[in-house]
C-alpha cells in the first residue's frame, strides 16, 4: 500500500527514531509499502519517519542502470560503523522536499550493520551513491535533513519553498 511522504517543514521529520526490538508481521508489511511508495516517487531510498512512522527502518535501491535486476535492501536499526576518510560529493535531493537539490559532502564508502526482514545480523560495506543514499537515509533517523548540511542561508531558502508548497497543496 503506498504512503503518504511527509513535506518539510513537519516535526516528525526532525525526531530522532526508536530503535526496533522485535521484527514483526506488521513492520514487514510497513516496509514493503516503504518500498513501494519509494518506487511510485520515484526514489531511492526512504526513511520510516517520511511516512510519519518513528521507527529505525529504512529501505534503499540504488540500482538505475536499464535491465539491471532491482536490489531492494530493507534495514532496521542500520548503523554506520565505520566510515572512509575520503569524500564524495553527490547533489542530494529528498522525498521529503521535492524538487530542491544540493551538493552535500560526505564519506565515499560506509560500513553499516542492520537487522534484515528476518531478524538477521548483516553487516555490508557501501561505496558511492549507495554509501550516500544509506547515509541520507540513516540520517533522516536521527532526525537530520540533507539541508541541515547547508549553509543557513540556502536552508531557509528551502524552508520556505517547502512552506508555501505546503500551503498551495492544502488549498487543493
Known amino acids: ?19 526496533v526490538d522485535d521484527i514483526t508481521d506488521a513492520l514487514r508489511a510497513l516496509a514493503d509499502d516503504m518500498l513501494e511508495t519509494m518506487y511510485d516517487a520515484p ?3 526512504l526513511a520510516a519517519p517520511q511516512i510519519g512512522v518513528l521507527d529505525r527502518l529504512i529501505v534503499v535501491d540504488c540500482v ?9 535492501l530493507v534495514m532496521f536499526n542500520p548503523e554506520v560503523i565505520s566510515a572512509s576518510d575520503e569524500t564524495n560529493v553527490y547533489e542530494e ?5 521535492p524538487d530542491q537539490y544540493a ?10 550493520a542492520w537487522m534484515d526482514r528476518d531478524g538477521k545480523a548483516q ?3 557501501f561505496d558511492g551513491l549507495w554509501a ?7 540520517d533522516h533517523l536521527n532526525g537530520k535533513l540533507f539541508i541541515d548540511y547547508l549553509k543557513p542561508l540556502k536552508r531557509q531558502m528551502i524552508t520556505r519553498k517547502m512552506q508555501k508548497l505546503k500551503r498551495e497543496q492544502a488549498r487543493t
Open 1 to 19: 500500500m503506498k504512503r503518504k511522504i511527509l513535506i518539510h517543514p513537519d516535526p516528525r521529520l526532525k525526531k530522532v527514531c526508536a530503535p
Open 93 to 97: 535531493g529528498c522525498l521529503s522536499i
Open 43 to 45: 526514489g531511492i531510498g
Open 132 to 138: 550516500t543514499c544509506v547515509q541520507h537515509e540513516i
Open 123 to 125: 553487516i555490508e560495506t
Open 64 to 72: 538505475k542502470e536499464e535491465g539491471e535486476a532491482p536490489r531492494p
Open 103 to 112: 551538493e552535500v559532502t560526505r564519506p565515499k564508502v560506509v560500513e553499516v
